[in-house]
């Protein structure tokens, strides 16, 4: 029976999407939910599963094409068995053949096991690939963070048919040359540029600054971190601090948390909230919904899973939709001071910065606390600078006074 392998169907928002890899080939046999092709959208990379148990009859559309939702793109034979690969004749063995080649077969595995560790850093996704594609990432030249090998990294090996680090290497310019590398953005990349020029010709965007003293913050985690973590399973980082202060802002300034609709302005009675993710493949915004019915141990669990799904490669498009007001956190990187975009149809972003112990005046005194910058940016047309400012001031407050959005003052 020939069952049809369709593209998932993609909300309003992704009119259609790129197959980006192939993981079988016409005539291999498939299990149930094993993963056939992996397609580009605008906003994540999709897997699509085997739906039965099979063989791959046909594939209607090769890496690169551009399909659309519910668009046939392979045909499954379901219950057939892949056709015995063909066994090449056995050469015969030479008589002069000497020992030593046999004592080097012996310990071909290990090297090969030895140089195969680098596939222990990789990303579940990213083992994946290599293991279907028998890929030694230690071969691989790694683009991701720190040299790491990413799955694209080892995708884009497997399609170029295998290239050493040596080689690579031997490959590289001669002293006083010039090189130059033309590359296509991908669908993602390509999307987060045309968002940022949309938001930037679209909205009346301005930014305002702030500083805040975590030292009530940073004194509460190390006195009540250890038993948080054994308590909530999940460790209490600074972020969920922000993420309840802003919840609680956002319901003192509903504009901060509205959004522009034409001629009209659309308030939401509830705070779902953004968080940039920085990937391999671009920065991305999962959303953490009805933030305001949330604790603390539920906001760290929530950054926690949306954090592994985005190393893994996992974030769905559902994860990605929604969001009227956006945190970003540059200080992980180690920005001071930045102006962060916002992020359309919302209103106003977030941006958090690193944490730099600095001298400050306190009760006529000067001290040394761990002082970070924060910035709002906002959509001036409905947000005025009197909302914007008072909210930061509101963000600040609380964080110096980490009790009060515990009571939710």
Partial sequence: MSIEVKVPVLPESVSDATIATWHKKAGDAVKRDENLVD?????VVLEVPSPVDGVLKEIKHEVGDTVNSEQIIAIIEEGAAAAPAKEEPKAEAKDETPAPVAAAKSEAPKAEKASGKGNEDLSPAGLRVATEQKIDASKVEGTGRDGRVTKEDLVNYSKDGGFSKAATQAAKPTPGSRPEERVPMTRMRAKIAERLMQSKNSIAML???NEVNLAEVTKMR?????????????????MSFFVKAAAEALKRRPIVNASVDGNDIIYHGYQDISIAVSTEKGLVTPVLRDVQNMGFADIEQGIADYAKKARDGKLGLDDL???????????TFGSLLSTPIVNPPQSAILGMHT????????NGQVIVAPMMYIAISYDHRIIDGKDAVLFLVDIKDQLENPQRMLLGL
């Fill in 39 to 43: 397609l580009e959208t605008d906003k």
């Fill in 207 to 209: 930014t305002s600054f």
């Fill in 222 to 238: 190390k006195s009540l971190g250890e038993q948080f973590q054994k308590t909530h399973g999940i460790k209490l980082g600074f």
């Fill in 321 to 331: 939709q929604g969001g009227t007001f956006t945190i970003t956190n540059g200080g």
């Fill in 355 to 362: 944490i730099k112990d600095r001298a400050i005046v306190e």
